[in-house]
């Protein structure tokens, strides 16, 4: 990371139109640390108060006896808002005598258990308290993001023993998103983001990003997997946070949208702790400094080694970036020195050649996607505007590139290409039309199939767009052709799934249920099952 003055900083971000752009529709309510007075909301309506003050001296001392310490509660029903409800990780050291740093997951489906299974192991290790909500969401309002994180929040300081200067956020694709102005509104209490598979909110209005240039302890870790249709939208934040002075890493891993590996979640967190020392939220741990550095230098051997040297030369000027102040200038030289070496070298040039024109070839596709999207939902003819969406983005060349071998670079781009077009297709498309609109909602599904043939999604898809229409045996086709894939896990949720259970009285869909039961009990789900 280039650091740049805040004033700079400020500029850049007022020139691309970040600063304090309150959207229509935007924030309702201001989350708040103590004193700070919470303001009417855009509705008119009083907003509740996102936390009470918290004493620094007089710590809650019941809430060991109350909760488990070393074990993941599983729920946890808030005591500031009894609708919201979480699970909770006290680390087995945690006592009331000390201040805990906190880290809160936000799920954009509300599947608490499922970042809090991959950040406990880095929790205990540091001592960190997690919360993690049933109750966040993304592709929606904010509101109930707002709700999820208040009650978090308030029951931090009603509960627990808490360092209030450093909390965290982590969330993935929406709520990664959403992150940011949570962080801008707590700043000066939030100390870092996680934010997995997702940049910045759209249009980035209503962030408070002066707050955050001007606190000088904020840090942004940033994940995605280098099939992740978000994948290019991260890489252009990370290039924006160059121009910022806010600490920040990008890690990419293998695979799709999703949260990151639970190995790159540990790194988050001890990279965490080590901005943390820098910032002086925590004593410096040399031991800790010195074990952390002499892995991540011989992770930076590992890329040289493997032939990557784009990827070297950033491991070696990440560790002079993150160990500046905390190791002896000299035990840094050696890293600088590799990554200008690497850098000057004609291979690196022509990746770093590459990934620009990546990056600038996915933002021309986009542009593409945007047209035919608005086109599709606009004609009044949605099956043939479905088949020109799949020709005009030449989806066929697509999957061609995608499964080539010859340019593991361009291979990857053009698999995130297909799977931002399956995501409009499977996903925003179908859900928009799915009660009003079934012929555009299955016309959308054609698309999605047209990008992955393979994925069990449409055929599921399918069966919900034609239950929700009334067309019984064509949901019921659809059905089976979902069982026949073997992709059914649990077949309870497709009986309480709201429109597939309106087929609950026909004896074929029993059928098929009696028969997804026996496969789910007898065989492994195939790769790309949901």
Same mark, same amino acid.
């Given at each position: ?15 691309? $139109?970040?600063? =304090?752009?309150?959207?229509?529709? $935007?924030?309702?309510? !201001?989350?708040?640390?103590?004193? @700070? ?41 808030? #005591? ?30 509300? #599947? ?46 009603? *509960? ?22 949570? /962080? ?14 997702? $940049? =910045? ?90 074990? *952390? ?10 890329? !040289? ?9 950033? /491991? ?38 590459? @990934?620009?024109?990546?990056? !600038?070839?996915? #933002? ?21 505007? %479905? ?13 061609? @590139? ?8 361009? %291979? ?5 290409? *297909? ?26 599904? !054609? ?41 059914? @896990? ?25 028969? /997804? ?10 790769? $790309?099952?949901?």
């Amino acid at each position: 990371m280039s650091a740049a003055n805040p004033r700079r900083a400020i500029e850049i971000l007022a020139a691309l $139109g970040l600063i =304090l752009a309150l959207a229509a529709g $935007g924030w309702t309510k !201001e989350l708040v640390i103590e004193r @700070r007075v919470v303001r009417g909301t855009a509705t008119g309506r009083q907003a509740p108060s996102a936390l009470h003050t918290c004493n620094d001296r007089i710590a809650p001392r019941w809430a060991r006896d109350t909760f488990p310490v070393g074990q993941v509660i599983d729920s946890v029903v808030s #005591r500031s808002d009894p609708t919201q409800s979480y699970a909770l990780y006290l680390p087995s050291r945690y006592d009331t005598a000390h201040r805990w740093p906190v880290l809160y997951l936000m799920d954009p489906r509300g #599947r608490a258990l499922v970042p809090m299974e991959l950040f406990r192991e880095p929790a205990e290790r540091h001592g960190w308290i997690v919360f993690s909500s049933y109750n966040t969401l993304s592709d929606g309002p904010i509101e109930p993001n707002e709700l999820a994180l208040d009650a978090m929040l308030g029951d931090t300081q009603q *509960l627990l023993a808490a360092d209030l200067n450093r909390l965290y956020l982590s969330g993935f694709s929406g709520t990664a998103k959403l992150g940011w102005g949570f /962080a801008a509104q707590l700043a000066g209490n939030v100390a870092g983001l996680i934010g997995v598979g997702g $940049g =910045l909110p759209p249009g980035a209005a209503g962030l408070g990003y002066p707050s955050l240039l001007e606190n000088q302890s904020f840090s942004f870790f940033g994940a995605a997997g280098n099939t992740d249709f978000n994948y290019e939208e991260m890489v252009t934040l990370e290039l924006l946070l160059d121009n910022l002075d806010i600490p920040h890493r990008f890690v990419t891993f293998e695979g799709p949208h999703s949260w990151l590996p639970a190995e790159l979640a540990a790194r988050a967190v001890d990279w965490l702790e080590v901005q943390a020392m820098k910032n002086g939220l925590r004593p410096v741990d040399p031991e800790f400094v010195n074990r *952390l550095f002499v892995r991540w230098l011989e992770e930076g051997r590992e890329l !040289e080694a493997q032939g990557r040297p784009l990827a070297a030369a950033e /491991a070696y000027r990440a560790l002079v970036d993150d160990f500046l102040n905390l190791l002896p200038v000299e035990r840094l030289t050696m890293a600088a020195a590799r990554a200008n070496e690497l850098e000057r070298s004609d291979e690196v040039k022509a990746r770093l050649g590459k @990934r620009r024109e990546i990056l !600038e070839a996915s #933002r021309e596709f986009d542009r593409k996607l945007r047209d035919h999207l608005v086109r599709f939902r606009e004609s009044d003819r949605p099956v043939r505007e %479905a088949a020109r969406m799949i020709d005009g983005l030449e989806v066929e060349e697509l999957r061609r @590139r995608a499964a080539s071998a010859g340019d593991t670079v361009d %291979a990857l781009a053009a698999q995130r290409c *297909l799977e931002t077009i399956f995501v409009h297709g499977i996903f925003y498309l179908p859900r928009d039309f799915i009660e009003t609109d079934p012929e555009r909602a299955l016309a959308a599904l !054609e698309v999605a199939r047209a990008a992955k043939p393979e994925s069990p999604r449409v055929c599921y898809e399918e069966a919900r767009v034609h239950a929700a229409a009334g067309h019984t045996e064509e949901a019921l086709d659809a059905l089976e052709c979902l069982v026949d894939t073997g992709a059914i @896990r649990n077949p309870e949720f497709i009986e309480r799934e709201p429109f597939l259970k309106r087929l609950a009285g026909e004896g074929r869909f029993v059928e098929l249920m009696r028969r /997804a039961r026996e496969r789910a009990a007898g065989e492994t789900p195939p790769d $790309g099952a949901d």
